[in-house]
């Protein structure tokens, strides 16, 4: 039986290519490979006369405008989350879209399943397509991944915007998260293996109940679920003691876009980041939305990104004019 998420994914690309960007792989080491989806400029297809087939290849490795990578979350790969995003910023900024390590098209056979890794392996990959200095926009898991890229790398990272997300995932936050939810463990709720369980975690994510055919919902899950190993792997070393967490000093400018309804990590916990974090963070809140912000409220959400993008000052990625 046809797949009907999958077969909707050539004219996804169809659809990004419009809206500004296509997909290209980066090895980052042997065994570990990152896809992006990059701006249209900076690649191009050209013909390999002994494979017969159409390569794509970077012809522009630095991008021509400021650069924003959206980095997603847990239960979807990169242009599955940011598909109603890209188009938004695409006209006045370069926007990278990877897919972090085990989803869409990226895998490593590295052991490390930390954040730091995820983050590591990013920047390799930023760096050998060209970018210098960039925005990241990071959403729940992916949020964690932008904290510590911007801890490691402070040179290549000017500002963050980070949604529905924490600083680290202490033992005390996933339980006391888990205990409101009614899950027993992240597994059970980031990684649902039936119909029921992917209703449920969409129940928790959104404000507003969204309905679609069981047939949809499994069909989504054996899309974006593969990895499952791995991805297990990954929530497992999340968990950090909460004797062990340290608050990074962070010299750029940080914007928490919150749900306002966001049941998974609530407005209190970007409240609470911002006190931790200083006088270089402000919190932003969207009403009626849940975790799931920027595709619940796709038009508010990219408003509220492109303002906070063009308010930054001139030595960090700025709005294009013509």
Known sequence: ??????????????????????????????????????????L???????????????????????????????????????????????????????????????YSDNPD???????????????????????????????MVAFKMAELYPEMVSAMVISGSILAMTDSISQQTLNELGFSSSTELLLPDSVKGLKTLLSVATHKKLWFPDRLHKD???VMFNNRKERSELLEGLIVSNKDLTIPHYPQRIHLLWGENDQIFKMELAQNMKWQLGDNTTVEGISKAGHLVHIERPCVYTRCLKKFLDSLPADEPKKVTK
């Open 1 to 42: 039986m046809v797949n009907l998420v999958a077969i909707q994914e050539p004219f996804i690309i169809f659809l990004m290519k419009l809206a500004g960007v296509q997909t290209h792989t980066v090895d980052i080491e042997p065994g570990t490979h990152i896809r992006f989806w990059l701006p249209n400029e900076t």
């Open 44 to 106: 191009e297809k050209k013909f390999n006369k002994k494979t017969k087939t159409n390569e794509v290849k970077t012809i522009s490795p630095k991008p021509d405008k400021p650069v924003v990578v959206l980095i997603h979350g847990f239960a979807a790969e990169g242009v599955a989350t940011w598909q109603l995003t890209v188009g938004g910023l695409s006209k006045h900024y370069s926007v990278y879209v990877p897919d972090l390590l085990f989803f869409g098209g990226s």
């Open 113 to 143: 399943r930390s954040p730091k890794f995820q983050a590591e392996c990013l920047a390799k990959a930023l760096r050998k397509l060209g970018v210098e200095r960039c925005v990241v926009v990071g959403f729940s898991y992916g949020g």
């Open 220 to 222: 989504y899950l054996e």
